[in-house]
Nanobody, 121 residues
Framework: VQLQASGGGLVQAGGSLSLSCAAS????????MGWFRQAPGKEREFVAA??????SYADSVKGRFTISRDNAKNTVYLQMNSLKPEDTAVYYC?????????????????WGQGTQVTVSS
């Protein structure tokens, strides 16, 4: 199973970016897909996750980020609005075959390669 993330880039504070993560070699339609991020010198942290229509967000991104998925395309998206400099990080998509929406990185079985998001002030 491979996860391919894309869509990162450089944006000014207050701007928007959309990330995509396509899964191949397997399907996670009934599983959980999520986004994590890791800033330099910091641990990888939970951003958002989705299972079917149930979603979960970190407090730091609630109201600004939206996670969604297209099961037909085996793809999960992260729409990021009102971006802040503190959102700057490498963003990783992840998938787990378990049914619970988990916030710990260790709970996820598969990881994408990461995409850089940089928000300038």
């Amino acid at each position: 199973v491979q996860l391919q993330a894309s869509g990162g880039g450089l944006v000014q504070a207050g701007g928007s970016l959309s990330l995509s993560c396509a899964a191949s070699g397997g399907t996670f339609n009934s599983g959980v897909m999520g986004w994590f991020r890791q800033a330099p010198g910091k641990e990888r942290e939970f951003v958002a996750a989705i299972r079917w229509t149930y979603t979960s967000y970190a407090d730091s991104v609630k109201g600004r980020f939206t996670i969604s998925r297209d099961n037909a395309k085996n793809t999960v998206y992260l729409q990021m609005n009102s971006l802040k400099p503190e959102d700057t990080a490498v963003y990783y998509c992840a998938a787990r075959t378990g049914t619970g929406v988990a916030v710990k990185p260790g709970s996820y079985n598969y990881w994408g390669q990461g995409t850089q998001v940089t928000v300038s002030s």
